[in-house]
């Protein structure tokens, strides 16, 4: 059973993936030794996105077996992972081909939102819950849809 | 069927998947008892930052990426002149029943302590001199993984493969413009990748076509007018390495040419291991947006072609097996197989650093106990499958040459104590392999010697820096905060590193003073082996205070143990005995086996300590029905 509605966040994790193999990756113990943040600016990111997947968890939780709504959370360097998601994603919901090629392209600034194949965020309003929200229960409810009033980043 | 490398491969590759469903799943059941009934760090403070449930593929690819990297590329490439079932049986089975043990068990009990880092659950198990151990041997570890690299790095230019100087300074510049794009002009991501991969294509072109051997600048006016004849008439061997320059211009009786080029090649060397330890220094403070997080997109491209280009090239090229399948140690003047096979292939087999990895963020983003197995032990396993494939590439991709009279695994004094040796075997033989797949030579090798240099440099900018925050609280932890600032904390690192990467020892055999890589690699070897005894005492600490069977991996920590031990006495014996003693590396051998029989001691506290004081943020279940528990977790290990 499919999720009826699909959201994939793409942000970095505030730490090195790839390059070094294990030995001198910047991650984990060695950076909560560090005078200074080296990823203050990813981290900034990461934390709005965890808001935004917080609510999300909050307002859409699971019930049952299949998720109704199922939120991924992706480093956009995993593109092992990602590529086949977007594609998959614009597949199964069939967004409409400009909006399917925006996604499967990967034509997004990060952080971004994926919801149904489609890319909900954009460059100067990258993680707006409201609209998030907004978007999500629309595929819930078709035609019904109502935006959660007064729904912030911050709840 | 021996010399069929196809078939060793597939037959390696089987039994790790054997290994998988058949011990994985026993450890992850009966000894670590994963549970996926039991919330996971991941779902107990879940807050889409740090903790954060993810499902397996998605954490594989991240955990894999993490731990994949230039050690399971070298190890491989030294060991195979012990011969090819050695190194292939060492990386198979090590990784089976001690690497993936140590990878799976370093993430269970880091869940069972909320996620906390080995390092954290040490000082808890053990006490609070372990983190200090830790830290030391910390620092030993990247020192000497980062001297290698320099020295690596700085041959492979001017040795080997003069060719990959512009792509690799190239993809420098390219990363950088990604940086400022994504960080700073949040631009679209595809297209920049499609972009960044087209110009790392377009520098590999333009490397093969301009090949930099920056050793003739340090050339005398008639030695470089003789080169540059010799390379207009086409008798010196593209991309024009000095060894394969100074060998050609040798055997065409130019022997002041042949000299006058081994003599810059030295000079250079030297000279790039300065320019590489001032980049190290700077790219350390740089902000990471600009230069090591972009690198990190266009790195994990070259990861996973490389990976699949290898498996295709070699399966399609099927090459038959030149190597023998054990050589006689003694014949080929190498040093015995034990214990130094098992300490020179460390990534590959076993890594204490996957610890590191296991326990910082990929444990809080598990999102059932069960899912240790695949991320912990499966990717351990991938690893080992990529060794596998760098062992095929040096005795099957790189063709008789290499394993007959005068080849490079002929003879131990043939491998130099360069490393990059080594690794121009690896890049050699990898090139055969995707030649298979229509790459010509040229490209194939350039590919695999800028991916190559692409991981060491990345490597080499984290790590500077990581040891930089090691300074700093090795420093405060000895009450010397005033120095544990970024400059001098940097500084630090760096003289460490050149420590290493700058130190030479005397060859009795020529009578000279040669670098010191192959020894640097084996106390790598020794001191990574040391980090997986610690996370493995652990381990065992843990299941034992659990009163659950302990000899899964007691008997790896202790084998990795006695091995090392062992490894680093014969080294020091024969560092004592030489006609010149090194005292820098003779008391680097001396801190390494005091760390390790300091190790020993903590061990042995611990366990005559008795079980119990687990120190667990919360007490373990009790397993009232223990048999329902042990039935569901079995189901959904599959």
Known sequence: MQPEVSVILIRENAEQLSGSGCCGKLEGDALRAASDEPFAHTRADQSACGRLHRLLRKNFPDSGTTPRVRVVTVDPRNQLYLAPKLWRDVCRYRPGIREGLKTALQLFALPAVVINGRVVSSRKRPLSPHHVLHEVERHLRPGTHKPSPGTNASS | ?638
């Open chain 2, 1 to 638: 069927m021996l010399d069929n490398s196809v078939t060793i491969t597939l037959v390696a590759f089987a039994a790790l998947a054997a290994a998988y469903v058949g011990y994985g799943r026993f450890l992850a059941r009966h000894i670590f008892r994963l549970d996926p009934r039991r919330a996971t760090p991941a779902h107990r403070f879940e807050d889409g930052v740090d903790y954060l449930p993810t499902r397996v593929p998605v954490l594989f690819g991240h955990h894999f990426a993490s731990i994949a990297g230039l050690g399971p590329i070298l190890g491989p490439a030294i060991a195979v002149i012990w011969g090819w079932l050695p190194a292939v049986l060492w990386v198979v089975v090590g990784s089976i029943v001690i690497g993936a043990v140590h990878d799976l068990g370093a993430l269970s009990v880091s869940l069972r302590y909320q996620g906390r880092s080995i390092g954290d659950v040490a000082r808890e198990l053990i006490g609070p001199r372990a983190r200090f151990l830790f830290l030391l041997i910390i620092f030993f570890l990247m020192s000497l993984a980062m001297g290698v690299f320099v020295l690596v790095i700085s041959q492979l230019f001017v040795s080997f493969y003069p060719n990959a100087i512009v792509p690799s300074i190239g993809l420098m510049i390219v990363a950088m413009a990604m940086g400022v794009a994504v960080y700073k002009l949040r631009m679209p991501l595809g297209p920049l990748s499609i972009v960044g991969v087209a110009f790392l294509f377009l520098l590999i072109h333009l490397g093969v076509k301009n090949p930099l051997p920056t050793y003739t600048w340090g050339m005398d006016a008639e030695a470089r007018a003789a080169l540059d004849a010799a390379r207009q008439q086409g008798q010196l061997p593209d991309p024009y390495g000095a060894v394969a320059v100074a060998a050609a211009l040798e055997q065409s009786g130019n022997a002041h040419a042949a000299q006058s080029v081994s003599a810059a090649a030295s000079t250079t060397t030297k000279t790039w291991s300065y320019l590489l330890l001032g980049y190290a220094f700077l790219a350390s403070v740089l902000p990471v947006w600009l230069l090591l997080q972009p690198r990190d997109y266009l790195n994990s491209y070259q990861l996973y072609a490389g990976l699949v280009l290898l498996l295709v090239g070699l399966l399609v090229l099927h090459p038959t097996v030149a190597a023998p399948p054990v050589a006689d140690a003694e014949a080929i003047g190498a040093p015995p197989m034990f214990p130094f096979l098992f300490i020179t292939i460390a990534c590959g087999a076993i890594s204490g650093f996957h610890s590191l990895v296991s326990s910082g963020t990929t444990v809080r983003q598990l999102n059932r106990e069960t899912d240790a197995l695949p991320i912990g032990y499966g990717a351990m396993l991938t690893e080992g499958a990529l060794a596998v494939l760098v062992i095929m590439a040096c005795v099957a991709g790189l063709g008789g040459a290499a394993w007959t009279s005068g080849g490079t695994y002929t003879h131990w004094s043939n491998l130099d104590g360069r490393l990059s040796t080594q690794l121009a075997a690896v890049v050699e033989g990898g090139g055969r392999f995707l030649s298979a797949l229509g790459v010509q030579p040229h490209y194939g090798e350039a590919f695999i010697a800028v991916a190559i240099v692409a991981f060491a440099l990345t490597t080499l900018d984290s790590a500077t820096r990581l040891l930089r925050y090691n300074v700093e609280e090795i420093f405060k932890s000895m009450g010397l905060g005033v120095l544990a600032n970024r400059f001098v904390a940097s500084l630090v690192a760096v003289a460490g590193i050149g420590f290493f990467a700058l130190l030479r020892v005397y060859d009795a055999a020529s009578g000279a003073y040669k670098p010191a890589g192959l020894l640097l690699w084996q106390m790598f070897g020794t001191t990574n082996q040391l980090l997986a005894g610690l996370t493995l005492l652990c381990v065992s600490l843990f299941l034992f205070k659990l009163a659950r069977p302990v000899w899964y991996t007691i008997v790896p920590m202790f084998a990795m143990l006695g091995i090392s031990l062992l490894a680093m006495l014969i080294n020091l014996s024969e560092l004592w005995g030489a006609e010149v003693r090194n005292w820098p590396l003779i008391v680097v051998n001396v801190v390494v086996m005091a760390m390790t029989l300091w190790m020993v001691g903590e061990a042995v506290a611990s366990f005559a300590r008795g079980r119990g004081n687990l120190g667990l943020p919360e007490t373990e279940p009790a397993h009232a029905d223990h048999e329902l528990e042990e039935a569901v977790a079995t189901s959904h290990l599959g």
